[in-house]
């Protein structure tokens, strides 16, 4: 398993976009990412992204690519950098974390983009404990120190861990539905949890819900958290108001340390705030503002997984079989079914019946979430039914299978996953290799099964399985042609193999093809002859193959995957090449950076150039191939892009960006379509497997295409390990080639030797009465093979098809199966047993057996036991009087039935016994030999020269006693069997096309029998014959090289360290075992060491090796080192690291090896020459050993013993340990030599020894010491005063537990006092001048810490107060305050832990290493001591006083979902804190506690604070606890005893509250760092401290800060004080921890403490921090007029109209609803009402919530206190006499964030949610104006009504509102009523002025009827009367108009007009004549 801790970032310019920020990981392919977070310049993750690896270790070459990324943006311009790590020091050393800190990241082009990025690294091998723990809360990283605080280790990836999920619902908002009651219902796995039930569309929650899990972290992946929001109101059927679902492991990053922001749910505008977590919550929920962005965020794609299970082959046989079967054994094959696992679901197939190919030709469909969560598909064939065991089991892996396209990979085109048509192996235990190991369960090959797969983008129907169509099935078989391939293998040399008189071969197979048990496939020469495992004179043993080399060829049928094996061999080329270049440019310097890199780049564009097979060419490509193929061209093109362009920032860039080309090419060098199963290698004893080993099929894989394209060990001698159960691990060297058998023509000629095809078969003959014959041969045949099994004669035995013999048959006899057992052995102790029976009589008497071997074998006696030539005798025979005998030697038993032996023996004598033996020894001594013992086994073999089977004669024949024992080849006294070997050479008949050994597949079977012999093999079967028939032997196939080549290999072991010995040992014997070939050697056993220093050369002279010298130069073979305990058994033993070199030399005729140098002689061993041995230093190692803690109460007088290079230092003894646990002399020196280089230095080890009575002295503790280059220093100078603590390390880094020189610190005091300057300015500058002290308290300085200034009051005077996120001790500028000494944790003696077992500490040392080289010179004086200056180590008394302020994030301990806690703070035997003292139903809680107590440190220095959950009934339940070493606070030279305050007071509220002044505590300062004391002026505005003054204008340029300054003396100390950066005034949040659940958090609680040592006088005045209170409130709230409410009913006359009236209530008091009496019948929605809702409530101003004190139910004991926003919330509805009642509309209206009313309806409008952005200025839209109600206190106006339709709010009404906000004092100066009672005033409300018609229509008829007429339809009135007055003059034109035309026609008028004119003009006539 791979962890990365993504810790945080640093981002120089934040661009204020709104988009967050995330990292994306990426590892072998598979892609990780955190979650979002704001962008700023320094965001915080602390998150954990997990890979697991399964079975593939992590390999040296691996990187990892981290890149910093916008949300939502594409790649190029949404990334922020990426750099790409090596995990090399990984693979290295996985128990040491790699944290790396401000990483640079680059851009595309290699260019620094400024960002940095810091993370942490971890790697827990498979099967193993998890060493490192991960960095949890928000911690920075840091180096561990010895002095961290002990947390237990994780167990491994597959073992069960404990889980903590917990879920907190905080609020909905814009939920759905009117007048709704919401409720979540929170799942988490299977258990379920709710919520209070809350009011509205925006409720408040804040409840945690939390559940333990005791599961695997795969299994924790699949559980789910579903969270339902429901509707308490509503029916079942339409209660869901929306659904999510978040799971623990988001997006595959394995453990979720947090998840906290706004979730979507299933409706686009309703979302609920409910962050997770796993383990422990780190961060804030997000605010209101990342709302719209998680609303924006693309939801997962539903997709469907559409898998395909056509059929199966090669199944295995349903028989368990402990044995290879027999030639015709009826053997049944199992009732298969496939089961497919994914995502949670399983699903399986119908069981077929038994057969070896079943047929099921069904379809799963899986719904699949884009991008996908769970990666691995997990399949398995079953033997019967769906609940019998499994067969075998496969992976697909959905991140080889698919591809993420741009997001990933810059622009790589993505792809759905997809598979084949294509077959999948699988892999299983074989039910006759029982003796495997069992964490080895897939080393088989079980089958495979043709599978497709393919992904819809469609929602799942429901539908999980289905047939396939015919038409489909008939498709498939298109993608499965077949060819013959080959297999062959070389084995040159086997060594490491179990020892043991059972003959010994290997077998190669391919699948079923070559497999021994499978009766299915044809045989094939796929096993190597039987060998004798023959001791090499040292520890092991190996089979004496020497020049003849067993072969072994095995023919298969497969599909051609040429095409994808060519290019998987491709990429993996590549990337072989392109990880040696990186590694070579890794550790290059100089000039050579640029020569390595040109190399790089030119050798990256050729090996990118190659072109990939092309598909088309391919008869049948997979959706897969071509996907597969798009996606490396692309991948190759980019990178010879890149490559073509070297890097413009210079060489030195290169390094991540290669590395980055790495990761991407290995993440494609993957090939899920293969098809062929891996080759399989065993190792048989006899007729078991004892071991096996795997070599995938492509790694030996042979192409046409050029060599390029073959695999990497195709052709080559490999050294593999074959890995089995116990102590079997054997090496195997050996030459694989696998290829199509069309193209093995040229096969033969690259195997250096001469392959020579036989066939072998036994004669046996009996001894029977004194005559050879073949009677009577007790069960063994006349001919067999060499181990017995039944042949045929010499003369039935025929050549296969194809093949002739190449000579006579000839009798030679196997030498490699009679090496005696003693070969190479140089002593031997023969035993033999005396036996006597009881007689008669009683006396012992000879028995009839007188002498037996251990077994009761009868052996011959003692005395005819002849000493075999070439040894002689060094002592005669002798009793063995040791063991359970008695003093004569004799063991006595009873016999269960005549004749034989006694099952069991015993030392004492018994009357009813009736036999005895005893063991007779003797030792015998090989001779003297002048060429060797490996010489007498080359003579004894013949290696000499060829020989001749004529020669042979009487050696032809091999003898032995009984069958089934070693054969010898010169008869001996009492030898009854024998046996002779029959050889006879074959050849082709013709030469072949292809290599002639793929030829003789079949050729052991029936057909191949001669015609005269079928008649008779006819008739045994007719017979019924139960012994099976001999079949013809399968030939055998040697590789004769023929001379060896000799070679000289040197061993240089120098040492070895931090080994862990097994058993209850603290120490260890350890000996190096060095294994070559067929030689191995020792080194000294040195006793009682974990770091032994051999300094040792082992010399194999003369190593035989065949084949081409040139070839061992470029695959040399492999040295196997095992380290092991001399007195322990098993390659199990110790486990370190060793320090080796190796040299292999060329032994040529020509004499050229003897110029050579011999390595130096000393003490009777070769050392290792200077050359190669590590350079030494002579080094001083000085130990400050202050003292011991928490050791078991039986020690008495302890004493420390310390080891390093092979030096011991040892303490004296502390007399008395309860008294002073300290050390009588504190400072040691230790002079030793040590490597120069770091990574060689070996550890220090530490051993406590107790002294007891009679000098005995037990080991009750040990330490190791790693990792001494952070105690590395430079030693002092000569004018250089030493310096109480350690010096600077050679890189300048302080090391722990010193202060800096005071040169350091006097450089630094300028740049910060100026900089406290300035900053002192801008304070001065920014503070108001009307500033009140008296209004100041502890809170106010804590909440403008936390930076909420609305929470704190005005005048904190400057007073600051340090918040840190994490414990005192893990803040980096204080060095884990283990500046003085750190905390060595003491483990019991006995060896390392197990890896799963947690090591618990039995004590502490506390002390200090510093180490600085040293003049080789004796005569040049050492440099001085550094721990000179120490402090008095006695004990003293302390006043205690710790601050407990509040607690977050705590567990759930109660049913409802909360808890009851209270303080328990212990200090020895003291404790404090009363169980009354609890504050009820919360998970918050606020103490603001202090407790006082007195201790004596260091007697009394762990401070434990634990919190408890009150019950009812004790006792009551442990929340937490955490612990603090209140002895480092007090040492520490950084002054953790007691921060220092920013302001120096001596009254008020922030008073002095430390023992000493500031002035004082300056001088104080400076004589616990060994600097002269401060010199104050006169005045004391001048100071000079350590040569410099400092001016206290530097610090304040203007006027005091307070307005009661104290003396400028101590105001300027303490301005000093500060600046040398010592322990501020501060707050630190400490994790809880649970001793029932080690390693998960239980909270947080923040707190400080105060030390006070009572020799420095009386402390000042504590600190009151007691909590603030809640202040009471009351609102009033006038409801006025509302306008355009919407209608409900309809009354007589048809008119809508409503009853409206309001009700009202603050959130949280819904008890406390009011509402307003009723407007009856307004039919145009308007209302008056001048009614008053008075609201009092408790409101806490610090927090801005509304405190609620209620019981939950009648029952309960406590007040629930709840918190919730204050929030008004008013509902318009419409009144029903006869039904339920109309809702309306709601106004919610938060008084802390009130929208400014509207003065006059028309202009109240909804209120503006989000404001859209624009660039341009003058067209930005007026953001709403919000303001406090508590602020403003008044407001009135017209606020908008909503209500809900479908998936949008509309406008429902307006109501006019004046709301007032009163303290409660001003409340009862002005008292007033609810709604218009008495006292009516402030304001008085008058009767509501509403229309007549608004009551009873019976009350006035005619004035509802008028304003029915008049009011409600006037205009058509008007329009009905303007229309009635133009129809009237419309009638009375037509009534007018004949009229008018008849007058118009006759014109009555005109006589008269004319008589009228006439008359006129008469009297006018007469007239003018009368005148005249």
């Known amino acids: 398993m791979l962890r990365l801790l993504v810790a945080s970032a640093h981002v120089p310019r934040p661009t204020s976009s709104g988009h967050g920020v995330h990292v994306s990981a990426r590892f072998r392919g598979v892609p990780r990412s955190t979650r979002v977070v704001p962008e700023e310049r320094s965001p915080i993750w602390n998150e954990t992204l997990v890979w697991p690896l399964g079975m593939c270790p992590l390999q040296p070459t691996a990187s990892l690519t981290l890149r910093l990324r916008h949300w939502g943006q594409p790649a190029p311009q949404g990334d922020l950098g990426a750099t790409t790590v090596s995990l090399d020091r990984l693979v290295a050393d996985p128990g040491l974390p790699l944290a790396l800190a401000d990483v640079p990241l680059l851009d595309p082009r290699g260019q620094p983009t400024g960002c940095t990025v810091t993370f ?364 013959r391939f080959g297999l062959c293998g070389v084995f040159y040399s086997a060594t490491m193999v179990p020892a043991g008189p059972e003959l010994l071969r290997f077998e190669l197979s391919l699948g079923n093809y070559g497999d021994m ?62 990880e040696r270049n990186v590694a070579e440019l890794r550790g290059a310097r100089g000039d050579m950076v640029g020569d390595i890199g040109r190399r790089l780049l030119r050798q990256l564009a050729q090996d990118c150039g190659r072109a990939l097979p092309r598909l088309e060419a391919q008869p049948t490509p997979t959706p897969l191939d071509t996907h597969l193929r798009a996606t490396r061209l692309h991948v190759l093109r980019c990178l010879a892009a890149a490559a073509a362009v070297p890097p413009r920032a210079g060489w030195d860039t290169l390094l991540p960006v290669a590395e980055g080309w790495l990761g991407r090419v290995t993440a494609l060098a993957v090939e899920p379509q293969a098809g062929v199963p891996d080759v399989l290698l065993w190792l048989l004893r006899g007729e078991r497997r004892v071991a096996c080993a795997r070599v995938p099929a492509a790694d030996i894989m042979f192409s046409r295409s050029g060599p390029g394209t073959c695999g990497q060990f195709c052709g080559r001698i490999q050294t593999l390990f074959l890995v089995g159960s116990g102590d079997t691990c054997t090496q195997l060297r050996l030459r694989l080639w696998l290829g199509r058998v069309a193209d093995s023509r040229d096969l033969p000629r690259h195997l250096e030797g001469t392959l020579h095809v036989y066939v072998e078969m036994y004669e046996n003959q009996t001894k029977l009465l004194g005559k050879w014959g073949s009677r009577g041969l007790l069960g063994r045949p006349s001919f067999s093979d060499s181990a017995g099994k039944a042949g045929l004669p010499c003369h039935r035995i025929h050549p296969p098809k194809g093949w002739r013999w190449n000579g006579p048959w000839t009798v030679e006899p196997q030498r490699r199966l009679l090496l005696d057992t003693e070969t190479n052995m140089g002593e031997v102790l023969e035993d033999v047993y005396e036996n006597e029976s009881r007689q008669p009589s009683g006396e012992w008497g000879r028995a009839a057996v007188a002498s037996t071997d251990a077994s009761g074998t009868a052996v011959p006696p003692k005395e005819e036991v002849a000493c075999p030539q070439g040894w002689h005798i060094t002592d005669g025979w002798r009793v063995d009087v040791t063991g359970a005998v008695d003093e004569a030697g004799w063991e006595y038993g009873v016999s269960v039935a005549p004749g034989s032996p006694p099952a069991a023996w015993h030392a004492t004598e018994k009357t009813y016994h009736t036999h005895r033996r005893r063991r007779w020894l003797r030792t015998r001594h090989r001779d003297p030999s002048a060429q060797g013992p490996e010489q007498d086994v080359a003579s004894f073999l013949q290696l000499d020269g060829a020989h001749s089977p004529e020669a042979a004669g009487a050696e032809a024949w091999e003898y032995s006693s009984l069958w089934g024992r070693r054969f010898h080849l010169q008869p001996r006294t009492g030898d009854v069997c024998r046996r002779r070997c029959w050889h006879r050479r074959m050849v082709p008949t013709q030469p072949p096309p292809v290599a002639p050994l793929f030829l003789l597949e079949g050729s052991l079977g029936m057909e191949d029998l001669a015609e005269e012999d079928k008649p008779a093999v006819a008739e045994q079967q007719a017979q019924g014959s139960c012994r099976t028939s001999p079949k013809q032997p399968m030939p055998l196939i040697l590789c004769t090289f023929p001379r060896p080549n000799f070679f000289q290999l040197r061993c240089y072991i120098f040492q070895a360290l931090e080994l862990a010995p097994r058993g209850t040992k603290a120490t260890a014997d350890p000996v190096a075992h060095v294994s070559f070939v067929h030689v191995s050697q020792s080194t000294q056993v040195l006793p009682g060491t974990r770091d032994p220093l051999w300094d040792q050369t082992l010399l194999f002279h003369r190593v035989l090796l065949y084949g081409d010298p040139r070839g061992v130069w470029h695959e040399p073979p492999a040295v196997v080192v095992e380290v092991f305990d001399q007195d322990k058994a098993g390659p199990g033993g110790p486990a370190g690291e060793l320090l080796a070199a190796f040299e292999l030399l060329y032994d040529a005729e020509d004499g050229r090896l003897a110029q050579v140098s011999t390595p130096p002689w000393r003490q009777g061993v070769f050392s290792v ?27 008495r007088a302890p004493s420390l013993e310390v080891q390093c290079g092979g030096r011991t230092l040892r303490t004296p003894t502390i007399t008395d340990l309860a008294a002073n646990p300290n050390f009588p002399i504190n400072a040691f020196l230790l002079m030793l030599h040590l490597p120069a280089e770091e990574e060689y230095v070996p550890p220090i080890r530490l051993r406590v020894l107790d002294m007891r009575d009679f000098g005995y002295r037990p080991e009750v503790g040990q330490a190791c010491v790693r990792g001494l280059e952070r105690y590395c220093c430079q030693p002092h100078g000569k004018g250089q005063p030493p310096s109480s603590g350690t010096p600077q390390t050679s890189s300048g880094a302080l090391l722990p537990g010193s202060a800096a020189p005071w040169g350091r610190i006097a450089q630094l005091l300028p740049r910060i006092t100026a900089k406290t300057g300035a900053e002192g300015k801008a304070a001065e500058e920014k503070k108001e001048a009307d500033e009140d002290e008296g209004e100041e308290d502890w809170w106010s300085k804590f909440y403008a810490a936390m930076g909420d200034k609305t929470k704190s009051r005005r005048g904190t005077s400057g007073d600051r107060l340090k918040i840190y996120s994490c414990e005192l001790e893990a803040v980096p ?57 120490l402090p008095p180590s006695q004990p003293q008394k302390c006043l205690v006083r710790v601050y407990i302020i509040r607690a977050f994030d705590l567990p759930p301990r109660d049913r409802n979902g909360l808890c009851d806690p209270y303080i328990r703070v212990s200090l020895g035997t003291k404790k404090l804190g009363q169980r009354d003292q609890y504050v ?184 009151d921090i007691m909590p603030r209170k809640p202040q009471r409130y009351e609102l009033r709230c006038v409801v006025w007029n509302t306008r355009d409410v919407d209608l409900k009913d309809v009354n007589l006359l048809g008119q809508q109209m409503s009853d409206i009236y309001i009700t009202g209530w603050l959130d949280g008091l819904e008890e406390q609803r009011q509402k307003t009496d009723v407007h009856y019948r307004s039919l145009q929605g308007d209302g008056s009402f001048n009614w008053r809702f008075v609201f009092p409530f408790e409101y806490l101003v610090a927090e801005q919530l509304c405190v609620l004190p209620r019981k939950e139910h009648f029952w309960s004991l406590d007040e629930t206190v709840l918190k919730v926003p204050p929030k008004l919330i008013l509902q318009v509805w419409d009144n029903d006499k006869f039904s339920a009642d109309d809702f309306l509309g709601v106004l919610e209206l938060e008084l802390t964030r009130l929208p400014q009313p509207a003065q006059r309806p028309q202009d109240c409008t909804p209120m503006v949610q989000e404001t859209p952005q624009t660039p341009w200025p003058w067209r930005r839209v007026q953001t709403p104006s919000w303001f406090s109600l508590f602020r403003q206190r008044r407001a009135r106006g017209w606020w908008p009504c909503t209500v809900q339709e479908g998936s949008k709010r509309r406008l429902s009404g307006k109501v006019e509102l004046s709301l007032e906000l009163l303290t409660a004092k001003e409340a009862e100066e002005r008292p007033v009523g609810k709604g218009r009672d008495d006292p009516n005033m402030y304001p008085t409300l008058p009767a509501p002025a509403r229309p007549e018609w608004s009551f009873l229509w019976l009350q006035a008829p005619l004035r509802s009827l008028r304003y029915s007429i008049c009011q409600q339809h006037r205009c058509r009135v008007s329009l009905a009367l303007a229309l009635l007055l133009l129809f009237a003059l419309l009638l009375t034109f037509v009534y007018a108009a004949p009229g008018y035309l008849a007058m118009k026609l006759v014109n009555p008028l005109q006589s008269l007009h004319l008589a009228g004119s006439e008359h006129r003009a008469a009297e006018q006539h007469a007239a003018s004549g009368a005148k005249p």
């Open 1480 to 1663: 009820p139903n919360t998970l918050e809680p606020v103490f603001g506690r202090l407790f006082e107590l007195t201790g004596t440190i260091p007697l009394e220095k762990d401070l434990r604070v634990t919190l408890l959950d009150y019950d009812l009934l004790p006792p009551d339940q442990e929340i937490g606890t955490t612990t603090i070493d209140l002895e480092n606070r007090l040492l520490s030279r950084f002054r953790a005893h007691c921060g220092l305050p920013t302001v120096y007071r001596t009254t008020g509220p922030g008073c002095w509250r430390d023992q000493l002044p500031p002035s004082q505590t300056l001088e104080h300062f400076a004589r616990a760092r060994g600097m002269p004391a401060p010199e104050f002026s006169a005045e004391g505005t001048t100071v000079t401290f350590g040569d410099h003054t400092f001016l206290l204008s530097q610090f304040e340029s203007g006027p005091p800060a307070s307005r009661q300054p104290e003396a400028p003396r101590e105001r300027l100390a303490l301005h000093v004080l500060h600046a040398c950066h010592l322990v501020p005034e501060h707050l630190e949040t400490r994790t809880l921890y649970n001793s029932t659940q080690p390693g998960l958090e239980q909270g947080k609680v923040q707190m400080w403490v105060d030390i006070f040592p009572a020799s420095l006088g009386p402390p000042g005045p504590p600190v």
């Open 1169 to 1195: 020459p200077l050359g190669v041995r590590p350079l030494l230093q002579l080094v001083a190692l000085e130990v400050l050993a202050w003292g011991l803690r928490g050791l078991p109460r039986g020690v």
């Open 120 to 483: 942490r690294c971890s790697y827990i091998p498979h099967g193993t404990a998890e060493d490192t723990a991960v960095l949890q809360g928000q911690v920075p990283l840091r180096a561990a120190s010895p002095g961290t605080p002990h947390h237990p280790s994780k167990p491994s990836a597959g073992s069960k861990e404990d889980f903590q999920v917990r879920v907190r619902i905080i609020k909905g908002h814009q939920l759905q539905g009117n007048d709704i009651k919401p409720v979540v219902i929170v799942l988490i796995g299977q258990h379920r949890f709710r919520t209070r039930i809350r009011v509205g569309n925006n409720p408040y929650y804040n409840e945690v819900f939390c559940q333990n899990f005791h599961l695997t972290l795969a299994q924790l992946a699949v559980e789910p958290i579903r969270i339902q929001v429901l509707d308490s109101r509503a029916t079942r059927a339409k209660a869901v108001i929306g659904i999510f679902q978040v799971r623990t492991v988001a997006e595959g990053r394995g453990v979720t340390p947090r998840s906290g922001r706004s979730h979507p749910l299933c409706h686009p505008r309703s979302w609920t705030s409910a962050p997770s977590a796993v383990r422990q919550e780190q961060e804030e929920p997000a605010g209101d503002e990342d709302v719209e962005a998680n609303l924006l965020k693309p939801p997962p794609c539903a997709a469907t997984l559409q898998l395909c299970v056509y059929r199966a082959e090669d199944l295995p046989q349903e028989a368990a079989r402990q044995h290879l079967p027999s030639v015709g054994s009826k053997r049944g094959f199992v009732a298969a079914a496939v089961r497919v696992s994914f995502a949670g679901r399983t699903l399986c197939t119908r069981v077929m019946p038994p057969d070896a190919n079943p047929e099921w030709n069904e379809v799963f469909f899986f719904p699949l979430r884009l991008p996908p969560i769970c990666d691995e598909i997990q399949l398995a064939i079953l033997s019967g039914s769906r609940s019998s065991k499994v067969l075998g089991t496969a992976v697909l892996h959905l991140s080889q299978i698919s591809s993420a396209g741009a997001e990933l990979e810059e622009g790589t085109p993505g792809f759905l996953p997809c598979f084949g048509p294509s077959f999948l192996p699988f892999y299983g235990p074989r039910p006759d290799a029982a003796g495997m190991l069992s964490t080895d369960t897939k080393v088989a090959y079980r089958g495979r099964v043709l599978l497709e797969l393919s992904t819809h983008m469609r929602t799942p129907d429901g539908c999980q399985q289905a047939t396939i169509a015919p038409e489909d099935v008939t498709r498939v078989q298109c993608h499965l042609p077949r060819h």
């Open 1373 to 1429: 500028d204080f060095g884990g305050l283990q500046d003085f000494c750190q905390t060595f944790p003491l483990y019991q003696p006995g060896g390392h832990p197990e890896a799963r077992e947690d090591p618990a500490p039995v004590g502490e040392f506390k002390g200090l290493f510093c180490i600085y080289p040293l003049p080789e010179d004796p005569e040049v004086p050492p440099p001085p001591r550094h721990f000179q200056q």
């Open 517 to 578: 048990g499978d009766v299915t496939c044809k045989p094939a020469a796929s096993v190597t002859p039987h060998g004798c495992p023959l001791f090499d004179g040292n520890r092991y043993h190996y089979l004496p193959w020497y020049g003849d080399k067993p072969v072994a060829a095995v023919t298969s049928s497969w599909e051609d995957a040429s095409h994808r094996w060519d290019a998987l061999n491709l990429l993996r080329a590549l990337c072989r090449r392109l």
